[in-house]
């Protein structure tokens, strides 16, 4: 059985909370926090919606029904609204650039703390590996000095 999945999930957070799936915990953060917002939730709407080909189709219908029935001369009138749609749609490419760059920069900060938490842990493994191998190599070398001594001492 398989279960749909959105085609976007990373522009609608509150999907990408119940999706049960795991994801970098920068993503989830980011997530919970837009969720938590009623005005990033309308923004994320409006995004996901004028980035996808309904709004492409809508439009499309919506201004050949304005030019070819509504209005005897439409191009004025829609040259005006295109145009206010097109400052609102610029607005909403810039917040979700800043929304993105914001994210990335999280994401980034949390992958440098990681990554040097990793460097730290590994710089740790390895001394104690190291410190282990001299003190093998001593006891190995206490052992053989023994049973080489004990053997050359009663052979003589």
């Known amino acids: 059985m398989t279960t749909h999945t959105p085609s976007r999930p990373h522009i609608i957070p509150r999907r990408l909370l119940a999706d049960g799936q795991g994801h970098h915990p920068s993503v989830m953060a980011e997530a919970t ?8 939730r309308i923004a994320d709407g409006i995004t996901a919606f004028a980035g996808s080909m309904r709004f492409v189709y809508v439009h499309a219908v919506l201004f050949t029904l304005w030019m070819l029935f509504f209005e005897k001369s439409p191009w004025p009138t829609l040259t005006l609204v295109v145009s206010l749609e097109a400052i609102f749609l610029s607005t909403f490419v ?5 929304r993105q760059a914001a994210f990335q920069q999280v994401k980034a900060d949390h992958d440098f703390v990681s990554t040097e938490q990793e460097l730290a842990d590994n710089t740790a493994l390895t001394k104690q590996i190291a410190d282990l191998t001299q003190r093998i190599e001593h006891l190995t070398s206490e052992i053989h000095t023994e049973v080489v001594g004990k053997g050359a001492a009663s052979t003589t």
């Open 94 to 98: 810039m917040i979700g650039q800043n």
């Open 33 to 40: 926090r837009r969720a938590a917002s009623v005005q990033l």
